[in-house]
């Protein structure tokens, strides 16, 4: 037997379950025509205080269409969307797509430089910003504010633009292997295809399900959920301050009922133990993707699926083939695995002449059929090399198939078990990154002669990149360049033109940098960042004497933390290196050590040391004082 498997290979139903209530009525395909079939007084949007039923939506989209035809915007046309998770975002990218144009989403959070470059690449028409103060993205570009395009007004029947099978949808940008971020472009069909899959599965079956945005618009996963308002599914938009808090996070799904949530390996661990069975019908069902699981994670989540509280399902695929490519329910009763190839693909897993490897064999994973996307935006070249000729079918066929760069072992019933990257690229908190685009933001400092960036499995008590530079100083010694190039400018640097989950954790200044027996950089023998003394003392006796007991104590805790030797008072958690999950993992050694519960967002309004150890002082008191009552 070959890796060429047939659409619907016979052992998928072992692998994916039949859904408990087959779809009504999977046609008609496109995404449009399914959403105006919906009853209009079930709830389409719940975004914090705000709703809107699928009567309001479709009026709303409608409004928008009419006001961005006006504007010459149509099929073939790209509107960038530059708006927080919330309705607005949800009109403004179904309003886009009913007057035919395809959507960009920039991340109103990344850095502005990132932004600009996103528009200015993709060549979008229009630009849409939550307010009329909002700085210009790029210039040349017109900018709308989104209230111009909601504005109440003279609405008509709503009436989608009738557009091809491969008209633009969207497109979405990843990292760039060349040091610039390359968009993927998805056709219509494609994205419509990826909800009938996700229904074909048995993923996404629940009657007026309730769907939680849980990801940032500019990722990939966001489509994954946006598409499920297509079906009549209500979606609710989670915020910021939620997704970072796990207790939040797990209050979220009981008060609002949700029956969905994407979620990544690395969000899901703080979550499952806050998760309850709420009695209903069907569990939660958790969408995990963007990154491996580890083998004790994926029987934690199994012990919670035989438990009864969820279901849990394994979800892989790159941007270039329409989010999801394979899907495997996650039981815990056996190795972590990437599950089978959804109905709608077709996988070849072939070795490096092109040839499918036999059962039990390895090699790369190429995806072929209708869901692989159109290529990278403006980069035909790039799209020629990654989007390649069909190997499975006769050249006269015309089908491509998409080089995933990713290792698997193709196993006897079908489902793949993955193997890591053929490649530099690496993924990390859901995010996927080419690690050549963050080493060349790193070479690109003044003084820097060369660097490397590298993910390790533990860097401060959590996966996280470490950068390796060495600086342009007469014999290439480290120390020679250290006035002109320091962690703290590289980490400024960095965090000014990547997103933050691309600024590395840690920075080591290197002498030389380790080669192989042929000169090339040897990447294994590249030192470990040097681990924190368990008791770290302050970055000096001045700062020591300044330090209060209270910041004392969250200063040995941020350095266990964060892996950072020496803090003073005015030090910042983030430019230190820590993110989202460091903050959880902050969070609950607090609570061991003080018994206060500190709620997440707390270290985000107070990133300075000085200031989060007096926002603890209030909770410790206001503690002592409610026992003594």
């Given at each position: 037997?070959?890796?060429?498997?047939?659409?619907?290979?016979?052992?998928?139903?072992?692998?994916?379950?039949?859904?408990?209530?087959?779809?009504?009525?999977?046609?008609?395909?496109?995404?449009?025509?399914?959403?105006?079939?919906?009853?209009?007084?079930?709830?389409?949007?719940?975004?914090?205080?705000?709703?809107?039923?699928?009567?309001?939506?479709?009026?709303?989209?409608?409004?928008?269409?009419?006001?961005?035809?006006?504007?010459?915007?149509?099929?073939?046309?790209?509107?960038?969307?530059?708006?927080?998770?919330?309705?607005?975002?949800?009109?403004?990218?179904?309003?886009?797509?009913?007057?035919?144009?395809a959507y960009l989403p920039v991340d109103p959070k990344l850095p502005a430089e990132r932004q600009r470059y996103l528009v200015e690449d993709?060549?979008?028409?229009?630009?849409?910003?939550?307010?009329?103060?909002?700085?210009?993205?790029?210039?040349?570009?017109?900018?709308?504010?989104?209230?111009?395009?909601?504005?109440?007004?003279?609405?008509?029947?709503?009436?989608?633009?009738?557009?091809?099978?491969?008209?633009?949808?969207?497109?979405?940008?990843?990292?760039?292997?060349?040091?610039?971020?390359?968009?993927?472009?998805?056709?219509?069909?494609?994205?419509?295809?990826?909800?009938?899959?996700?229904?074909?599965?048995?993923?996404?079956?629940?009657?007026?399900?309730?769907?939680?945005?849980?990801?940032?618009?500019?990722?990939?996963?966001?489509?994954?959920?946006?598409?499920?308002?297509?079906?009549?599914?209500?979606?609710?938009?989670?915020?910021?301050?939620?997704?970072?808090?796990?207790?939040?996070?797990?209050?979220?799904?009981?008060?609002?009922?949700?029956?969905?949530?994407?979620?990544?390996?690395?969000?899901?661990?703080?979550?499952?133990?806050?998760?309850?069975?709420?009695?209903?019908?069907?569990?939660?069902?958790?969408?995990?993707?963007?990154?491996?699981?580890?083998?004790?994670?994926?029987?934690?989540?199994?012990?919670?699926?035989?438990?009864?509280?969820?279901?849990?399902?394994?979800?892989?695929?790159?941007?270039?083939?329409?989010?999801?490519?394979?899907?495997?329910?996650?039981?815990?009763?056996?190795?972590?695995?990437?599950?089978?190839?959804?109905?709608?693909?077709?996988?070849?897993?072939?070795?490096?002449?092109?040839?499918?490897?036999?059962?039990?064999?390895?090699?790369?994973?190429?995806?072929?059929?209708?869901?692989?996307?159109?290529?990278?935006?403006?980069?035909?070249?790039?799209?020629?090399?990654?989007?390649?000729?069909?190997?499975?079918?006769?050249?006269?066929?015309?089908?491509?198939?998409?080089?995933?760069?990713?290792?698997?072992?193709?196993?006897?019933?079908?489902?793949?078990?993955?193997?890591?990257?053929?490649?530099?690229?690496?993924?990390?908190?859901?995010?996927?990154?080419?690690?050549?685009?963050?080493?060349?933001?790193?070479?690109?400092?003044?003084?820097?002669?060369?660097?490397?960036?590298?993910?390790?499995?533990?860097?401060?008590?959590?996966?996280?990149?470490?950068?390796?530079?060495?600086?342009?100083?007469?014999?290439?010694?480290?120390?020679?360049?250290?006035?002109?190039?320091t962690e703290a400018g590289l980490r400024e640097r960095l965090g000014a033109e990547l997103p933050g989950y691309m600024v590395p954790s840690?920075?080591?200044?290197?002498?030389?940098?380790?080669?192989?027996?042929?000169?090339?950089?040897?990447?294994?023998?590249?030192?470990?960042?040097?681990?924190?003394?368990?008791?770290?003392?302050?970055?000096?006796?001045?700062?020591?004497?300044?330090?209060?007991?209270?910041?004392?104590?969250?200063?040995?805790?941020?350095?266990?933390?964060?892996?950072?030797?020496?803090?003073?008072?005015?030090?910042?958690?983030?430019?230190?290196?820590?993110?989202?999950?460091?903050?959880?993992?902050?969070?609950?050694?607090?609570?061991?050590?003080?018994?206060?519960?500190?709620?997440v967002k707390a270290v985000y309004a107070n990133p300075r040391l000085r200031d989060l150890a007096a926002f603890i002082d209030t909770l410790?008191?206001?503690?002592?004082?409610?026992?003594?009552?």
């Amino acid at each position: 037997m070959t890796a060429v498997l047939p659409e619907r290979p016979r052992t998928l139903d072992a692998v994916l379950p039949l859904p408990l209530s087959l779809p009504q009525d999977p046609s008609p395909a496109d995404l449009l025509a399914r959403l105006a079939l919906v009853p209009g007084a079930r709830a389409a949007v719940v975004a914090g205080d705000r709703e809107l039923d699928f009567d309001a939506l479709r009026a709303e989209a409608q409004r928008i269409a009419d006001r961005l035809t006006a504007r010459g915007i149509g099929p073939e046309s790209v509107v960038a969307l530059c708006l927080p998770r919330g309705a607005d975002l949800v009109a403004a990218l179904i309003g886009t797509l009913t007057a035919g144009a395809a959507y960009l989403p920039v991340d109103p959070k990344l850095p502005a430089e990132r932004q600009r470059y996103l528009v200015e690449d993709a060549g979008a028409d229009l630009v849409v910003t939550s307010g009329a103060g909002a700085a210009p993205l790029a210039e040349g570009v017109p900018h709308l504010p989104v209230a111009e395009l909601t504005a109440p007004g003279e609405g008509r029947p709503y009436a989608p633009v009738a557009v091809g099978a491969d008209t633009l949808a969207y497109v979405i940008y990843t990292s760039g292997s060349t040091g610039r971020p390359k968009g993927v472009e998805i056709a219509r069909a494609a994205a419509a295809a990826l909800l009938a899959e996700l229904e074909g599965a048995g993923i996404a079956v629940t009657d007026g399900g309730r769907v939680g945005w849980n990801a940032s618009p500019s990722f990939d996963a966001s489509v994954q959920q946006w598409v499920r308002i297509c079906r009549g599914d209500t979606l609710v938009m989670i915020d910021d301050e939620t997704r970072a808090d796990p207790a939040l996070l797990a209050a979220l799904v009981d008060e609002q009922a949700l029956t969905d949530l994407d979620i990544t390996p690395s969000h899901a661990d703080p979550l499952l133990d806050l998760l309850t069975a709420d009695g209903g019908p069907r569990p939660l069902t958790l969408l995990i993707g963007g990154e491996a699981i580890s083998p004790a994670l994926w029987q934690r989540i199994g012990e919670r699926t035989r438990a009864g509280v969820l279901r849990a399902v394994n979800l892989y695929g790159p941007t270039e083939c329409t989010v999801d490519s394979t899907a495997g329910w996650i039981d815990g009763a056996d190795e972590p695995h990437i599950g089978a190839v959804l109905p709608g693909l077709l996988m070849r897993v072939l070795d490096e002449e092109l040839k499918p490897v036999e059962v039990g064999g390895s090699g790369e994973l190429y995806l072929a059929g209708p869901r692989v996307g159109r290529g990278y935006r403006r980069r035909p070249g790039l799209t020629a090399e990654r989007f390649v000729a069909d190997a499975g079918r006769a050249p006269a066929g015309g089908g491509r198939m998409y080089r995933t760069g990713d290792l698997v072992r193709l196993l006897p019933d079908g489902r793949l078990g993955y193997l890591g990257r053929a490649d530099g690229q690496v993924k990390l908190r859901g995010h996927r990154i080419e690690l050549p685009e963050i080493e060349a933001a790193v070479a690109a400092y003044p003084g820097v002669a060369e660097a490397a960036v590298v993910l390790l499995d533990d860097v401060h008590g959590a996966p996280g990149l470490v950068a390796y530079y060495r600086t342009a100083a007469a014999g290439g010694s480290a120390e020679a360049g250290a006035g002109t190039v320091t962690e703290a400018g590289l980490r400024e640097r960095l965090g000014a033109e990547l997103p933050g989950y691309m600024v590395p954790s840690a920075f080591v200044a290197l002498e030389r940098f380790p080669t192989t027996t042929n000169g090339k950089l040897d990447r294994a023998a590249l030192p470990a960042p040097v681990a924190p003394a368990a008791q770290p003392a302050a970055a000096s006796a001045g700062e020591a004497a300044e330090l209060t007991s209270s910041q004392q104590l969250i200063a040995r805790v941020w350095a266990v933390v964060l892996g950072a030797p020496h803090i003073g008072p005015d030090d910042n958690f983030f430019k230190l290196g820590g993110h989202s999950l460091l903050a959880i993992k902050l969070v609950s050694r607090v609570r061991a050590e003080l018994g206060v519960s500190l709620p997440v967002k707390a270290v985000y309004a107070n990133p300075r040391l000085r200031d989060l150890a007096a926002f603890i002082d209030t909770l410790v008191d206001a503690t002592a004082a409610s026992q003594d009552q």
